[in-house]
């Protein structure tokens, strides 16, 4: 007896570090599989493990030793390839963790965000197409070099005075800071993903390529159709209500919402339920 406790005791005392090392990896590759899934790089990375794991299993059954050389020293390098690859998606999560409130208080972000809501219900019901981004801790500044800039308060009345059709700066985005109109006419870099639904515009598409890269909210109007959609953090949503989109800018720009949990950073935007997000199924017309 005094034997089998000893052997449970030492097992106690040496055991938790196996488990404590299968928790960290299981969570660490939780994690990465979910940071990568719907990323641009995605693809990249899936081939790459796909590739290296068949090399490595015909290595080891055939016994070739310069394969399995060249893939242990290649793999070394992996995480170069890693930030290389995943630079926008790490530079967004980076950002967010050292992310302040924008407004200074929630009245004020309140109140921006109305402004929101009643340029794009007032654009939506005449078929004005508008990119509207909304830039929080992130300078735009790479957009802005191709934009004008405007600096006027923010109001529905002005906005949907820059995105009127006969406007000479009616093309492109717009970025807002705080409760100002920053820049107008802005060309945003256009999403490479090429699992987008072909009836995707350039609106469409400029509003996810931007939101890639940074973590800037950036609302759309369809020229086409009025429709209403919301990038953030490379996830386009089409054809949301104007209370949809007020429950989701309020979720991202709203105080409360900045203390991002460590997980929170590696969860993509979460799309309506699909019977309310035609993102996928709807073959909208291009703008």
Known sequence: MPNIFHILNDGLQNGWRPVLEIAILSVGIYFSFKFVRGTRGAPVVYGFILLVLSLTVL?????????????????????????????????????????????ATSHEQR???????????????????ALIAI?????????TESGLVVNCEATPEMLETIFFPNNAIHDGGVIIKGDRIAFAACIFPLTQR?????????????????????????????????????????????????????????????????????????R????????????LIAQEPKT
């Open 59 to 103: 290595a080891h059954f055939l016994n070739l030793e310069v394969i399995r050389w060249l893939i242990s020293s290649f793999v070394a390098f992996a995480a170069v390839g890693v930030l290389i690859i995943f630079q926008p998606e790490l530079r967004r999560i980076l950002a967010e963790v050292g992310a302040h409130p924008l407004f």
């Open 111 to 129: 109140e921006n965000i109305e402004v929101i809501i009643q340029t794009v219900e007032r654009l939506a019901e005449v078929r004005i197409g």
């Open 135 to 143: 830039e929080q801790s992130i300078n735009l500044q790479e957009a």
């Open 194 to 266: 090429q699992d987008l639904n072909a009836t995707l515009g350039t609106r469409h598409r400029a509003a996810i390529g931007l939101s890639e890269e940074t973590d800037a909210v950036v609302v759309v109007v369809s020229e086409e159709t009025g429709s209403i959609s919301h990038a953030y953090k490379g996830q386009l949503v089409r054809g949301v209500t104007a209370e949809q989109l007020r429950a989701f800018l309020s979720s991202v720009l709203l105080k409360p919402s900045k203390t991002h949990s460590l997980a929170s950073l590696f």
């Open 268 to 279: 993509p935007a979460e799309p309506l339920p699909k019977k309310d997000n035609p993102a």
